[in-house]
């Protein structure tokens, strides 16, 4: 299928040439004004060559004197076509932001890219590729470009991807691309898949998918990446009528959900049900320490109640909170005599980073917990955001940490205080069931993904 | 058990004293200066009379000229025993703020309440009362009222209150009433539910709680408010740990959990498992066309893919989306023939107000369809918050709206140009499942939940 060696060129361009028009515009299928300058004005931030052209009227005449990496283009489709036969030489790959190509316009996309040697990413692909690092942006969203991070995304809908790369930006979570293949035309989710795979800045990898082509290489794609990377899949089309609107959409077969679950379960990615769960996922698969090796939670709050709801959350996701051993119990109770160090701990609602850490230290040294749930509330208490600050410089955080903050205002209070380094060591989330939802995540990566993966792998060598 | 004849002079109070200490701190159980002086300061913009009295030393000497309907208490037990032993005859309400109190410093509470014929909310109240209309707060959090509204909460917890009234603010939701009882050594949740069946200006009630003294009674209470006001609760200590921590938390015997839902469910309250759906449910049930008398759902949306998504969610609920009327059909498509108006309906992410407005006039009058998902993504599309007012403003909701905007910046973008009054007509959310589940409550209150009480009441009086 790949007749450039790899996409590297299409995902960390130098040179990037932008064909659309600021005259054309046709209604329902995102090609106006409005949105070439909105791209035109984004890629000013790129770090890397761009050259912009502009088709004022039918009469497309483009003609490039070097060579350009990527060529985005957002044109209706008879004058998608008529550029692209003009600049096929010159471009090593199309990223088309339109949607509404005919199956006659498509074949006339797939002769040219062959008689041309370019590469398609789309058409519909509506928001193309967000890449932090070189502050690429070919979509047309203004301030999208999350931090640089570890994170890539790949995304079959430009609405759900817009909606994960909102979470991340407003969590202040790293992202390395963001990658819409819209109707996957020519490179599709197994390509871009196996690129990822290889790429050394991503570490994480997920994938909103309404369907994909050939089952079997994209669970052989699965299976060999998920022992290196973490992969993490929400899949639309559960119900009769949303595969109807899948097929719709991005002329997706969205086939049985629940064989596709089991399935790509087989190959070691983890399945999420809700944009929610999946930013959850990623954010606890970034932790530096994703080993979680059993099931036992230590839970230390300074809420009652929320502690409680807490262990609940836990408890109904399979895990444990069991007691701490009597040393120390013993060691906690002589310095806070008033506290009572049962699991969920209660560190009450005064406690300051002081009280914390004495104890998250402790605790950490448990050998039968495998992952501590603090709860640090400041509504109700005299905890302060600096003094999480403080606990999460102090404390070394062997075990996955997941960090409950109470309500959505105390959130963002925490996270206005936190540098995006902290990513890395701790999970902060604004639910009880998020949080013994991160731990889940990593304890099925950690135990069972790995293991499936490398199962998948050797039975298909068989 | 009450012997005065309503809370109103508890809840609607007139005149306050506020009772406590700027010099006395004792560790662990929220008796501090800190404390102290922000309810101090919090009492500052309460709409009636407020005396403070500063206890300076061990040595405590009150003596209020005139009567009060309410002293909210911040001291240490042998201090706060001793001031009541000197107000008890003019007070009508003791608010006790602190915990620690022992079953001796309690057994004196009760005889002197007795004795001087006043009432106690608490101990272990930690943030007692607010109310939005009479800006009371007694909490020692700053900027702790939300908007006036037709919800009030009671809380068992500090932390589950402080999260719950942390999320209305954000969202600015309308609050009645928030009570945390604490303790319940002579006020318990029970009284407190009877008071907000009859008082007017409440038209929803939350419930957080951990345990129930007299579950007959508290049964009783629920089925008699249902068919006026719906009644939402959120029980902590499921898991056996956590009902260990609500022993030690508020002395609660956390019971079955699986008994304790099955009986209050045949009362008629909603059940819900997390402060995320507890929030969600308030929401619903705050709209004034609460009634959902099917599980058919119509989702018009500007993206493909959350709408797939939404589907997925809806379906999983056990809710259907089924096509629009053949009439229906043909009115939309003679109008935007490029919009294939299935049902989930893709408006194209360049749809404006017109278009949304047209559709859901359409949708609105299909009798086969019993809610209206609806979902405006800003990222990624061309539809604005403006638009959404207006649709909002335009649109006659007959049938209950749950709005999805996408990620948790497009929310807030939305949030921020709508006026309170819109929770009336509209839910938002920020999550599909929560959009679904917010039918499936408007449904379970309209269908089930109603008839349920009644059920219940003619049960309990044969």
């Given at each position: 299928m790949s007749?450039?060696?790899?996409?590297?060129?299409?995902?960390?361009?130098?040179?990037?040439?932008?064909?659309?028009?600021?005259?054309?515009?046709?209604?329902?299928?995102?090609?106006?004004?409005?949105?070439?300058?909105?791209?035109?004005?984004?890629?000013?931030?790129?770090?890397?060559?761009?050259?912009?052209?502009?088709?004022?009227?039918?009469?497309?005449?483009?003609?490039?004197?070097?060579?350009?990496?990527?060529?985005?283009?957002?044109?209706?489709?008879?004058?998608?076509?008529?550029?692209?036969?003009?600049?096929?030489?010159?471009?090593?790959?199309?990223?088309?932001?339109?949607?509404?190509?005919?199956?006659?316009?498509?074949?006339?996309?797939?002769?040219?890219?062959?008689?041309?040697?370019?590469?398609?990413?789309?058409?519909?692909?509506?928001?193309?590729?967000?890449?932090?690092?070189?502050?690429?942006?070919?979509?047309?969203?203004?301030?999208?470009?999350?931090?640089?991070?570890?994170?890539?995304?790949v995304?079959?809908?430009?609405?759900?991807?817009?909606?994960?790369?909102?979470?991340?930006?407003?969590?202040?979570?790293?992202?390395?691309?963001?990658?819409?293949i819209?109707?996957s035309?020519?490179i599709d989710v197994i390509e871009v898949l196996k690129y990822l795979g290889?790429?050394?800045?991503?570490?994480?990898?997920?994938i909103?998918l309404?369907?994909v082509k050939d089952g079997r290489a994209f669970l052989s794609a699965i299976?060999e990446i998920?022992?290196?990377?973490?992969?993490?899949?929400?899949?639309?089309?559960?119900?009769?009528?949303?595969?109807?609107?899948?097929?719709?959409?991005?002329?997706?077969?969205?086939?049985?959900?629940?064989?596709?679950?089991?399935?790509?379960?087989?190959?070691?990615?983890?399945?999420?049900?809700?944009?929610?769960?999946?930013?959850?996922?990623?954010?606890?698969?970034?932790?530096?320490?994703?080993?979680?090796?059993?099931?036992?939670?230590?839970?230390?709050?300074?809420?009652?109640?929320?502690?409680?709801?807490?262990?609940?959350?836990?408890?109904?996701?399979?895990?444990?909170?069991?007691?701490?051993?009597?040393?120390?119990?013993?060691?906690?109770?002589?310095?806070?005599?008033?506290?009572?160090?049962?699991?969920?701990?209660?560190?009450?609602?005064?406690?300051?980073?002081?009280?914390?850490?004495?104890?998250?230290?402790?605790?950490?040294?448990?050998?039968?917990?495998?992952?501590?749930?603090?709860?640090?509330?400041?509504?109700?208490?005299?905890?302060?955001?600096?003094?999480?600050?403080?606990?999460?410089?102090?404390?070394?955080?062997?075990?996955?940490?997941?960090?409950?903050?109470?309500?959505?205002?105390?959130?963002?209070?925490?996270?206005?205080?936190?540098?995006?380094?902290?990513?890395?060591?701790?999970?902060?989330?604004?639910?009880?069931?998020?949080?013994?939802?991160?731990?889940?995540?990593?304890?099925?990566?950690?135990?069972?993904?790995?293991?499936?993966?490398?199962?998948?792998?050797?039975?298909?060598?068989?």
């Amino acid at each position: 299928m790949s007749r450039v060696p790899d996409l590297d060129k299409l995902f960390s361009p130098k040179s990037i040439v932008l064909i659309g028009s600021s005259t054309i515009k046709i209604n329902q299928n995102m090609i106006s004004p409005t949105i070439f300058n909105a791209i035109r004005e984004n890629l000013k931030e790129f770090k890397g060559t761009v050259k912009v052209i502009d088709i004022k009227d039918g009469n497309v005449k483009v003609n490039l004197e070097k060579e350009y990496d990527v060529a985005v283009i957002v044109l209706p489709p008879k004058e998608t076509i008529s550029s692209l036969r003009q600049i096929g030489e010159k471009i090593h790959f199309a990223i088309i932001i339109p949607g509404g190509f005919s199956d006659e316009d498509k074949a006339k996309l797939i002769e040219l890219s062959k008689k041309y040697n370019f590469r398609i990413l789309g058409p519909n692909s509506i928001m193309g590729v967000i890449s932090s690092s070189i502050r690429l942006n070919t979509s047309f969203e203004p301030d999208f470009i999350p931090e640089v991070g570890s994170i890539s995304i790949v995304c079959q809908s430009g609405g759900v991807g817009a909606s994960l790369l909102d979470s991340l930006i407003e969590e202040g979570l790293g992202l390395d691309l963001s990658i819409w293949i819209g109707d996957s035309l020519d490179i599709d989710v197994i390509e871009v898949l196996k690129y990822l795979g290889k790429r050394d800045q991503t570490k994480t990898i997920g994938i909103y998918l309404e369907g994909v082509k050939d089952g079997r290489a994209f669970l052989s794609a699965i299976a060999e990446i998920v022992p290196d990377k973490p992969i993490v899949i929400l899949k639309g089309g559960v119900a009769e009528a949303s595969a109807e609107r899948a097929l719709l959409h991005t002329a997706s077969i969205a086939g049985s959900h629940r064989i596709f679950t089991v399935a790509v379960r087989q190959a070691g990615a983890i399945v999420v049900e809700a944009i929610d769960e999946f930013i959850t996922a990623l954010k606890a698969l970034g932790l530096k320490s994703k080993s979680m090796k059993g099931r036992s939670i230590a839970i230390v709050s300074n809420v009652g109640g929320p502690a409680i709801l807490a262990a609940d959350a836990c408890f109904l996701y399979g895990f444990s909170t069991p007691p701490l051993s009597d040393e120390v119990y013993k060691r906690i109770k002589k310095v806070f005599p008033l506290i009572e160090p049962v699991n969920p701990i209660d560190l009450i609602a005064d406690a300051d980073y002081n009280r914390y850490i004495m104890v998250l230290k402790e605790v950490m040294k448990e050998e039968h917990i495998d992952g501590i749930l603090l709860i640090t509330m400041f509504r109700s208490c005299l905890t302060t955001p600096e003094d999480v600050k403080k606990i999460i410089e102090m404390v070394s955080f062997k075990k996955p940490c997941v960090i409950y903050t109470g309500g959505y205002g105390d959130l963002r209070k925490l996270m206005s205080v936190l540098p995006p380094e902290y990513h890395r060591k701790v999970v902060v989330v604004d639910d009880v069931w998020k949080a013994a939802f991160a731990f889940d995540v990593l304890y099925d990566y950690s135990v069972t993904c790995v293991e499936a993966a490398k199962r998948y792998m050797s039975s298909v060598v068989e």
